[in-house]
């Protein structure tokens, strides 16, 4: 089993910068692969970021390219998600996903394990 415990959000201004982080604990060494989802009110839960345990594979979503930056830290067992330029359509509960086997997908039904989620709130 693996464990995720996501952190960092907050309110935040448009323009602005925040940076979550996603610890897993459990059996680490079973993860290929941490995403980062989001879902807003009313919406489905969208793919955002994701990337290999390793650290050679990652993937985004085209909203986000340029403005976020997903990285980890195998040390601490973390995955960050360094959020910039921030907008209000950012806004949502972001959530951290792992997956045990190869390759760095976009779709949340091939994530096994999730967090609890970390609201991230943009205002104007």
């Known amino acids: 089993q693996v464990q995720l415990a996501e952190s960092g959000g907050g309110l935040v201004q448009g323009g602005g910068s925040l940076r979550l982080s996603c610890a897993a604990s459990?059996?680490?060494?079973?993860?290929?692969?941490i995403a980062w989802f989001r879902q807003a009110p009313g919406k489905e839960r969208e793919f955002v970021a994701a990337?290999?345990?390793?650290?050679?594979?990652?993937n985004y979503a085209d909203s986000v390219k340029g403005r976020f930056t997903i990285s980890r830290d195998i040390a601490k067992n973390t995955v960050y998600l360094q959020m910039n330029n921030l907008k209000l359509e950012d806004t949502a509960v972001y959530y951290c996903?792992?997956?045990?086997?190869?390759?760095?997908?976009?779709?949340?039904?091939?994530?096994?394990?999730w967090g609890q989620g970390t609201q991230v709130t943009v205002s104007s």
């Open positions: 459990g059996r680490t060494s079973s993860i290929y692969t």
């Open positions: 990337i290999s345990w390793s650290g050679t594979d990652t």
């Open positions: 996903a792992a997956r045990t086997r190869y390759m760095v997908p976009s779709d949340a039904r091939s994530y096994g394990y």
